[in-house]
């Protein structure tokens, strides 16, 4: 159930419900109190010797095949953005059991920009699917497995060794309460698709629906209709729809949202890191564009099979400057 949504709340928890003029000192000392810390020193990692693999099926041909491309097709490690105009932010939703509280593979990875000199937030999507290299000597495997395996310091090694993509600080989000969240704002109006349509609900029809908490969740996640592109691009659809609630919602709602999302957060962002990010956000919430994106996208990736996982396999060196040159708010362009 938390698979979906992480992206949408977290431009909500610092960008929105902040940005509203809310966050005065009282909410500033409830931020700060409330919300949960990530300590990247004291997390359980795994060793490579232990790590495991989504196996789906079993194709040794196509393992064989795969096995001389992968080498000359995937770059180990790719020259480092400078991206020191913005702040990068990593949102990671992870695909809890609610049986096994550990730390579990990220089911949702997204990358928000801050440009506070343009007022842009970019939100790109990196799929889970991703066959990479691991640091710190684990094997190629999918990107989802870096947190898993380490967590964000981890994840943080591999998004900067295979995309070039450096990471200022993550949050990591637990969306049980997404439903209630979307219910607070009075819902989102969402168009759905003819194929869409039976699976948020019994009563939705082909184009704009009202969605509740509920049905809002069951469009986010579903991957029946098409693949993991299309249900990345309902998350940040939603996202979206979210951010403008949020932005336009009364000061009590505000604050009963801040309550909420407070209790689904963790984050390895200091005080002062999330001080300078809501003092530079909260002037020009009204005025904030979001542009959002997805990694990999067309020409910078092939499907394929290895160790028995069905993979999208990057061209690294094409997905590091495709993020470069459009996907980062840079002040230049």
Same mark, same amino acid.
């Given at each position: 159930?938390?698979?979906?949504?992480? &992206?949408?709340?977290?431009?909500?928890?610092?960008? #929105? +419900?902040?940005?509203?003029?809310? +966050?005065?000192?009282?909410?500033?000392?409830?931020?700060?109190?409330?919300?949960?810390?990530?300590?990247?020193?004291?997390?359980?990692?795994?060793?490579?010797?232990? =790590?495991?693999?989504? /196996?789906?099926?079993?194709? =040794?041909?196509?393992?064989?095949?795969?096995? @001389?491309?992968?080498?000359?097709?995937?770059?180990?490690?790719?020259?480092?953005?400078? %991206? #020191?105009?913005?702040?990068?932010?990593?949102?990671?939703?992870?695909?809890?059991?609610?049986?096994?509280?550990?730390?579990?593979? #990220?089911?949702?990875?997204?990358?928000? #920009?801050?440009?506070? =000199?343009?007022?842009?937030?970019?939100?790109?999507?990196?799929?889970?699917?991703?066959?990479?290299?691991?640091?710190?000597?684990?094997? !190629?495997?999918?990107?989802?497995?870096?947190? !898993? $395996?380490?967590? *964000? &310091?981890?994840?943080?090694?591999?998004?900067?060794?295979? $995309?070039?993509?450096?990471?200022?600080?993550?949050?990591?989000?637990?969306?049980?309460?997404?439903?209630?969240?979307?219910?607070?704002?009075?819902?989102?109006?969402?168009?759905?698709?003819?194929? @869409?349509?039976?699976?948020?609900?019994?009563?939705?029809? @082909?184009?704009?629906? !009202?969605?509740?908490?509920?049905?809002?969740?069951?469009?986010?996640?579903?991957?029946?209709?098409?693949?993991? *592109?299309?249900?990345? @691009?309902?998350?940040?659809?939603?996202?979206?729809?979210?951010?403008?609630?949020?932005? %336009?919602?009364?000061?009590?709602?505000?604050?009963?949202?801040?309550?909420?999302?407070?209790?689904?957060?963790?984050?390895?962002?200091?005080?002062?890191?999330?001080?300078?990010?809501?003092?530079?956000?909260?002037?020009?919430?009204?005025?904030?564009? /979001?542009?959002? %994106?997805?990694?990999?996208?067309?020409?910078? *990736?092939?499907?394929? *099979?290895?160790?028995?996982?069905?993979?999208?396999?990057?061209?690294?060196?094409?997905?590091?400057?495709?993020?470069?040159? =459009?996907?980062?708010?840079?002040?230049?362009?």
């Amino acid at each position: 159930m938390k698979k979906i949504v992480k &992206k949408v709340i977290i431009v909500v928890l610092i960008v #929105s +419900l902040v940005g509203l003029g809310v +966050l005065t000192k009282q909410v500033y000392d409830r931020v700060f109190s409330t919300i949960g810390r990530i300590d990247h020193e004291g997390i359980v990692t795994i060793n490579p010797e232990d =790590e495991d693999f989504e /196996i789906a099926v079993t194709d =040794e041909t196509a393992d064989q095949e795969l096995a @001389e491309k992968i080498e000359n097709y995937l770059f180990p490690t790719v020259e480092p953005i400078d %991206h #020191s105009p913005l702040i990068n932010i990593l949102i990671v939703g992870q695909d809890q059991k609610p049986e096994d509280n550990t730390r579990q593979r #990220s089911d949702v990875m997204m990358l928000c #920009s801050y440009n506070k =000199e343009t007022n842009e937030v970019h939100v790109t999507s990196f799929l889970r699917d991703l066959y990479v290299k691991l640091p710190g000597g684990y094997s !190629h495997n999918k990107l989802n497995a870096a947190y !898993h $395996f380490g967590g *964000f &310091k981890l994840l943080y090694q591999t998004m900067l060794d295979n $995309f070039g993509v450096k990471i200022d600080g993550g949050i990591e989000i637990d969306f049980n309460g997404f439903v209630e969240i979307v219910d607070l704002l009075g819902g989102v109006d969402m168009y759905l698709t003819a194929e @869409e349509a039976p699976y948020v609900s019994t009563n939705s029809t @082909e184009g704009i629906n !009202h969605l509740n908490g509920r049905k809002a969740l069951n469009y986010a996640r579903t991957r029946k209709t098409d693949d993991d *592109f299309g249900r990345t @691009e309902r998350q940040r659809k939603v996202l979206v729809a979210l951010f403008e609630k949020v932005r %336009h919602a009364d000061l009590e709602t505000v604050n009963e949202i801040i309550d909420k999302v407070l209790t689904m957060v963790k984050t390895d962002m200091s005080d002062a890191m999330i001080t300078s990010l809501v003092t530079s956000l909260l002037p020009k919430m009204s005025t904030l564009e /979001i542009t959002t %994106h997805c990694v990999p996208s067309k020409g910078n *990736f092939m499907y394929g *099979f290895a160790r028995g996982m069905r993979v999208l396999i990057p061209d690294n060196q094409k997905i590091r400057d495709t993020i470069e040159a =459009e996907y980062l708010p840079f002040s230049d362009r």
